[in-house]
């Protein structure tokens, strides 16, 4: 019933777009043309230019960028060409950091979307509003507060000597942990908000529907309430996942220099005079193409799920 | 008692709590419904049908009062602890699930071996002919299929009681009287009680072995569809199920002897209330020394309410013939043609206004227009006295 609801819903859209069409996408086209397509053309450009020592770009093409990303030919670039792992190795681990984060974000972020979900409609907003207040706040000083907290003598580490339980300050600063923590703070409201959207359009007579045929709370939880509200989940977590991958403040500020992730190394490469332009574009490019890969094997799997099942 | 009930609620009162006003859902009920039977909760919307149903599957707590199932209290049990079954209103069958996987459900979380759920769920979807069909996502499929599935869903791990939650009301007309006729064969075929709640008392009537009638939290009258239409207790139930003619009466005494009326009709219409006492009253519309059934006592003298139902007035051109039984004079004010029948307004010489339903038959001519004078003819014996 729900499926040809929506159908209509889509014929009515189709039909006032079709007479206007053009007028009316023209906002769209033009955030997508100016702000979007041109920006990745001309870093696409970029990457395939020759690096200007002081900054910028000579205009002579070369496949330099990529070179130097993916092969290892020496300090002299005299050596036979080997696989150079360095920036793969950045990326490697990268790739972890967000993928943790990610997880982490979904295993506090789920239960606290279904909390507020769950409340009564007129509370529901408060319950939001709390979720976003820090984000009222440059996420530069929340990152800096992040690092006040929880440094060697830090209020963290106070608290927890002075309750006794530990002895010896933890540090924190520098580690993986700090970064995951700075992640997990800055992108949590990416995965609560489209779970929460999901989890209040959820039916909860499917919950009922699950406990009447014998599910207890896990396999109804399991079997029932994340498959529906997947879609939110899938949502949030490439909300999170993607901007992890790239972030450069956390990493920078709590992770230090041997913390290295992508976002820090394209950083690099654009700041003062010592940047690479065309190494950093091409560093970009690479990324973009892996998460564009990411999206498109998402998207394959989306439409043949809705395309009958199995 | 020989035979444990299937279903025995114990005084139940639901209440559902609220800071400045708590709503009293259900007001200290008490019935019980017999294994296999086909029950129907009836009354209009807010009486209390759905929170009585959700009761019994646990899916509300109860406030005061037990429910026993089989002669087991299962007022503390949790719904998937309960071999009872539930038909939603709305279906709510799991969209990323297939209709097989959906029937299949139940079973599987019981842990049944996995030869018995496929054959079972199975023969499940041949009972409600959807065998081509398991392969399909719910929202590949239409309200009426969507239905029998969630029919099929409650069924398949073989409750002891079905639940089901106006299950029709969200198709259409012909789908609706089709589902009817199903439903009921796979009650039947199956065994199982089913309780099933409705505020359509056609639905009721043509569906039921046994209907509560309930209103305002209470349970106003249970009975066979039959019993409940011949002889409602009240005016709420009167009104509710099909339309009827309430009218003032006295009391003049107990049952006079029935001379008018012939024999053979007296005892049949005898052997059809049982349980029924009968009353000389006289209507306030002019009609005397009438002997009616009643279902309690009334004292000499007390004025009552009692009960004709539309299609069993007569209606006739004015004429002088003598043998004017039962009949008083009226006046046409509207007629509505309805198809199967015609329905008369009409307006007693009292002042009193009556509602007549004609049946058309063949030869049925209109023997009279809006605005003549008639003689209108009330049987007594189809004249039922109703309590408060
Ligand atoms: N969750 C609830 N909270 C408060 N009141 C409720 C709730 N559910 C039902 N009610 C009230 O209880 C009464 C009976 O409702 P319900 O059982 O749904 O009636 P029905 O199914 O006969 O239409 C109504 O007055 C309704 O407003
Ligand atoms: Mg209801």
Known sequence: MAGWITKGGNGAQTSIV???????????????????????????????????????????????????????????????????????????????????????????????????????????????????IPYWVNLLIRTVSMK???????????????????????????????????????????????????????????????????SNRWTTLFKVVIPAVKPGIIAGCILVFIPSLGAFLAPDLLGGAKNFMIGSLVEEQFKGQSGDWPFGAAVSMILLTIIMIILLFYARAQSRDNNGGH | MTDTHAIDIVSVTKVYPHRTDPVVALDNISFSIGDNEFFT???????????LLRMIGGFEDITKGQILLFGDDISRLQSNQRPVNTVFQQYALFPHLTVYENVAFGLKRLGRDTDFIKTQTHAMLELIRMAEFAERKPSQLSGGQQQRVALARALAPQPKVLLLDEPLSALDLKLRQAMREELKEIQKHTGITFIFVTHDQEEALTMSDRIAVMSNGQVQQIGSPKEIYDNPTNIFVANFIGEANILKAKVTGPEKSPAKASKAKASKAQAAAKDQVKLCVDLECGIKGLNIFSQSQFQKGKQINVMIRPERIQIKPLSRGRGKVNTVGGTVKSISYLGTDTQVQLLLDDGESLLARLQNTIDATSSFGVGNKVEITIPEIAIRALSE
Not at chain 1, 102 to 129: N, Q
Request: contains cysteine; glycine residues 8%.
């Open chain 1, 18 to 132: 079709d007479g206007k069409q053009h007028i009316l996408l023209m906002p769209a086209w033009f955030v997508i043309g100016i702000l979007l397509v041109i920006p990745v053309l001309v870093m696409l450009i970029y990457s395939f230019l020759t690096q200007d020592f002081r900054g910028g770009v000579i205009w002579e093409f070369t496949l330099e960028a990529y070179d130097q990303f993916f092969i290892d030919r020496g300090l002299f670039g005299d050596e036979p060409a080997r696989i150079e792992w360095t920036y793969l190795g950045i990326f490697w681990r990268s790739f972890l950091q967000a993928l943790f984060a990610m997880v982490f974000c979904f295993l506090i972020g789920f239960p606290t979307a279904y909390f507020i979900a769950t409340r009564a409609p007129k509370s529901r907003s408060f319950w939001l509003f709390l979720i976003t």
């Open chain 1, 148 to 214: 006040f907290l929880i440094r060697d003598t830090g209020p963290l580490n106070n608290w927890l000597m002075s309750w006794g339980v530990i002895d010896d300050p933890i540090s924190m600063i520098n580690t993986n942990f700090a970064i995951q923590l700075g992640l997990f703070y800055s992108y949590l409201p990416f995965m609560v908000l489209p779970i929460y959207a999901s989890i209040e359009r959820y039916n909860f007579a499917l919950s009922e529907a699950a406990a009447d045929l014998y």
């Open chain 2, 41 to 51: 909760l009836l009354g209009p919307s807010g009486c209390g049908k759905t929170t």
